[in-house]
C-alpha cells in the first residue's frame, strides 16, 4: 500500500501555502512564486478541502492564519527547508553545511566583517551566506537561519535567541569644531550641527531621548540634519558634517583608529541593544547551531 500517496496532501498546494502562511498575504505569495493570486487561492482552498480544515480567515481583504493553519505551516516549513538544505549539500558535497545570516547593514559592515575571518578559522567546514538590509527582518521574505538587528525593530513572529548589550554615545570626525578641546561639557554640544537617524516606525534612540537619559534637556535641541538610514548618517559623521549618536559596536574601532572621536564623557549603556533571532519554522541544524554560539562569543567578547 502506498501509504505516503494516501495521506499526504496534493504537494503542488504545499508551496503556495507556505509563502501564503509565511507572509500572511495571498498577493505576496503570488508574487514571490511567480504565480497569479487566482491561482495561489485555488491552491490554497485546494489543500484546505483535502484535509477538512480551515487553515485561513478571509476577512477585510486579508488572510489570517487559523490555529490549525498556524500548526500546518510550522510542519510544512520546517520540511520543505530539510528538503531543501538536504538539496544544497548534495549539489555541492564540496561545499561544506551553508548557513545564512541576515544583519543589518551597518553591522554587517563595521562589526561582523573584520570578526568573519575568525568565524571561518574555527569553522572552516562551514559555508557563511550573509544577507544584509536597512529594514527589519519583518520585512525580509528571503531564506535566513540566524538574524542580527537592533531590538524593537518589528521581527515578526521568529524566536528570539538572545540579547546583547551596547552603548550609545556622541561621536564626530576629529576635524570637526565639537572634537577641539574634548571631552567638552554636555551642554555645549547642542549648539552644533546635530545628526539625526529617523526610523518608522521609531525604534531607534535619537538626540532628545539620549540628552533626556543623560539628565540634559535642550530648549530647544538644534535640528540639524535627519537622515533614514545610519549608515548614511555614520558617513556623513565621518565627512565632518556633525556630531550624531554612535552606537559602541559600530564604531568602536572608528574610534580606535582615530577616524572618529567622543566629544564628551558621557555614554548610555543599553543591556539589551541588540536582538538574535532563529528563523520560525527552521529545523535545528549544527551549522546554524555553531553560528549562533559564535555570535553569542562574539558579541560577549572584546574587539578582533
Known sequence: MNWL???LPPLSTLLPFEAAARLESISRAAEELHLTQAAVSRQVRALEENLGVA????RNRGVFLTP???????TVSRS???MADRANDMRSPGRGAQVTLFCQLCEAFYWLMPRLAAFNRRHPDIDLKLATSTRPIEEHHDPFDIALQTSGRPSGNHPLAFTASDEIYPICSPDHPAA???PRSLASLT???LLHHHATPPDWMEWPDWLRAMGHSPDPPNPGKTFDSYPLMLQATLEGHGVALGWRRTTERLIASGELVRPVRESLHQ????AIYTRRGSPERPAARALLGWLQEALEGTPP
Open 5 to 7: 500517496g494516501k495521506s
Open 55 to 58: 487553515l485561513f480567515e478571509r
Open 68 to 74: 490549525a493553519g498556524r500548526e500546518l505551516a510550522a
Open 80 to 82: 520543505l527547508r530539510t
Open 180 to 182: 577641539r578641546g574634548h
Open 191 to 193: 549648539a552644533f550641527d
Open 271 to 274: 543591556s539589551e541593544a541588540i
